[in-house]
C-alpha cells in the first residue's frame, strides 16, 4: 500500500507541476502494523488528486488518511530570533541545507517534530528549522515593532552591543538588511536598536539605513548591492553574507532592493522577459544569466554589472566575463551559458510590508 501511495504522490506532483521544494508531501505507515497511511501535504489540491489517481473504495480507502498542513494547533507565525539561521530539507543537523533566513523574517510553522518545525517562507520555500532560531511574538508587539522600524542593517555584517562601545559584549551579530527600530543614544555616532523579538542595543549609525522607499530598483543600485558582497565564500544553500550559493545571492540582492525572486536558479529562470542568449553586447546590468550543460537542467545563476562582467557566487563572490577577449572571460561558463532573463521587465513580485537549490 505504501508503494501505491509514493507512486501516486509522484504522478500527481509530476501532473500538477508541483515542487516539493515548495509543496510539502510525506507518506507514514502508522503503528502498530504499519496498515493505515498517513500522507501529510501542504497542498490541499494535492490531497484531493491523490484520492482520485487512487481511487479507492471500501475498506482500502479507510486506510489511507490524509492530513492538510498546518497541523492542527499550529501558531499562524514565528519571528526567526537568530542573526541567521540555517534551514534544511530534513529535521536534522546532518541533513543538507537549503536556504537561510535572517533575524525578524517571519516564517509559517506548518508541523513540529521534536526540536524542529516545518516552516514555510516568504518566497514559499518549505524546509526545517531547529526551534532555538524562531520565536513567537505576540502580534500586538510585531505590530508595535513594524510601525517603529524604519531602518535596517546597511553594513553586511554589524554588532548590537550592550554599551556604545566597540569593546562591549555583544546582545548578537546582525547582516545586512536586518529591520531594527531607533531611538537616539547619548553617545555621539550610537544608536539604541530594538529587534522584532524585543532584544535592544547600541548599534554604531553608520551601520544602518532608513529602509528605502518601494519602488522599481535602479540597475545602478543592483549592481552597487552586489559588489558589497565580493569575497565572501560560497555556501551550499547560503543566502546571506555569512556565504552564499549562486541563486542564494542573487535572490538577497534584489530582495535588498525591494523585489522577492524565487529560491533556486532553475526558478529564477522563469522570470522576467527572455532575452537572447547569444551576444554579451545585448546585455544590460541587472540582467540574469543562467547556465547548465542542457537547457533543461539549469544549475547556475550570475548577473551582469558593468564593464562587460557578470556577479556570481563561484568559489566566492567574484565576477568574470562572456567576452573572449576580457581578462575575466569565463570559457567554461560561457560555453554553458543558455538563458538569459531581465527581471525587472516586468516587475516580480514585489516584497510585502510583514516579516520576512544550490549550484
Excluded at 101 to 106: A, F, L, M, R
Excluded at 279 to 285: I, N, Q, Y
Aim: one cysteine or more; proline letters at 6%.
Amino acid at each position: 500500500m505504501l508503494k501505491r501511495v509514493n507512486d501516486a504522490l509522484d504522478a500527481v506532483l509530476n501532473e500538477t507541476g508541483r515542487d516539493t521544494r515548495t509543496c510539502f508531501v510525506r507518506a507514514t505507515p502508522l503503528p502498530p502494523d504499519g496498515s493505515l497511511i498517513e500522507v501529510e501535504t501542504s497542498d490541499r489540491a494535492v490531497g484531493q488528486a491523490l484520492r482520485q489517481r487512487l481511487a479507492l473504495v471500501g475498506e482500502e480507502a479507510d486506510r489511507l488518511r490524509i492530513v492538510e498542513l498546518p497541523a492542527a494547533g499550529m501558531l499562524a507565525r514565528l519571528t526567526v530570533v537568530s542573526s541567521v539561521a540555517d534551514v534544511r530539507r530534513m529535521p536534522s543537523h546532518a541533513s543538507e541545507l537549503v536556504t537561510q533566513v535572517i533575524c525578524g523574517d517571519g516564517v509559517e510553522p506548518l508541523r513540529a517534530e521534536g526540536d524542529w518545525y516545518l516552516i514555510r517562507m516568504d518566497d514559499g520555500y518549505i524546509g526545517w528549522i531547529r526551534s532555538w532560531h524562531v520565536e513567537h511574538v505576540p502580534a500586538e508587539r510585531l505590530d508595535a515593532f513594524d510601525g517603529r522600524a524604519g531602518h535596517r542593517v546597511a553594513v553586511t555584517h554589524a554588532d548590537l552591543l550592550t554599551a556604545p562601545a566597540p569593546a562591549a559584549l555583544p546582545v548578537t551579530d546582525l547582516v545586512i538588511g536586518t529591520r531594527i527600530a531607533l531611538t537616539k543614544s547619548e553617545k555621539r555616532g550610537w544608536m539604541i536598536g530594538q529587534l522584532a523579538d524585543g532584544r535592544r542595543g547600541f548599534i554604531r549609525t553608520a551601520s544602518v539605513e532608513r529602509i528605502p522607499s518601494r519602488r522599481a530598483p535602479s540597475r545602478e543600485r543592483l549592481a552597487a548591492t552586489g559588489f558589497r558582497f565580493l569575497g565572501i565564500p560560497y555556501l551550499w544553500g547560503g543566502s546571506t553574507p555569512k556565504g552564499f550559493d549562486c541563486s542564494g545571492l542573487i535572490q538577497r540582492i534584489f530582495r535588498l532592493n525591494g523585489i522577492l525572486l524565487p529560491r533556486d536558479s532553475d526558478q529564477q529562470a522563469q522570470v522576467g522577459r527572455a532575452k537572447a542568449a547569444s551576444d554579451p553586447g545585448d546585455l544590460a546590468v541587472g540582467d540574469l544569466l543562467f547556465f547548465g550543460r542542457s537547457p533543461y537542467r539549469i544549475t547556475h545563476v550570475a548577473m551582469v554589472v558593468p564593464d562587460r562582467l557578470f556577479l556570481h557566487a563561484y568559489g566566492q563572490v567574484r565576477v568574470n566575463s562572456l567576452d573572449p577577449s576580457h581578462a575575466l572571460f569565463a570559457a567554461e561558463l560561457a560555453r554553458d551559458w543558455r538563458s538569459t532573463r531581465d527581471p525587472l521587465t516586468p516587475i516580480p513580485q514585489p516584497l510585502g510590508t510583514g516579516h520576512d537549490a544550490a549550484l
